[in-house]
Nanobody
Framework: QVQLVESGGGLVQAGGSLRLSCAASGRTFNSRAVGWFRQAPGKDREFVAAISWIGGSTRYADSVKGRFTISRDNAKNTVSLQMNSLKPEDTAVYYC???????????????????WGQGTQVTVSS
């Protein structure tokens, strides 16, 4: 089992920045890909970014490319999402997720992830 806890959400003005963190505990976190997803009210959960188990590969949704950066520190069992130039349309609950299987890859489908955090709210005001 892998337990995930997100933090760092909040209220920010458009153009501002936030840094989300995902703290993991449990087995073999370091050998799993980790992704960030978000869900806005009335919308489906959507992929934001993913990072491979070693951290050498990353993947981003087109809507956040160039503004968001995902990184991981396996020594600290954490994955971070630095969000810059935030827009009102970035408002959502952000979830951290880890794959159930170990190994390489940066999947963008929520179905490829088995462990989920409780989410953290990000609100961007215009």
């Amino acid at each position: 089992q892998v337990q995930l806890v997100e933090s760092g959400g909040g209220l920010v003005q458009a153009g501002g920045s936030l840094r989300l963190s995902c703290a993991a505990s449990g087995r073999t976190f370091n050998s799993r890909a980790v992704g960030w997803f978000r869900q806005a009210p009335g919308k489906d959960r959507e992929f934001v970014a993913a990072i491979s188990w070693i951290g050498g590969s990353t993947r981003y949704a087109d809507s956040v490319k160039g503004r968001f950066t995902i990184s991981r520190d396996n020594a600290k069992n954490t994955v971070s999402l630095q969000m810059n130039s935030l827009k009102p349309e970035d408002t959502a609950v952000y979830y951290c997720a880890a794959r159930g299987t170990t190994g390489p890859g940066t999947p963008s489908s929520s179905g490829d992830y088995d462990y989920w955090g409780q989410g953290t709210q990000v609100t961007v005001s215009s």
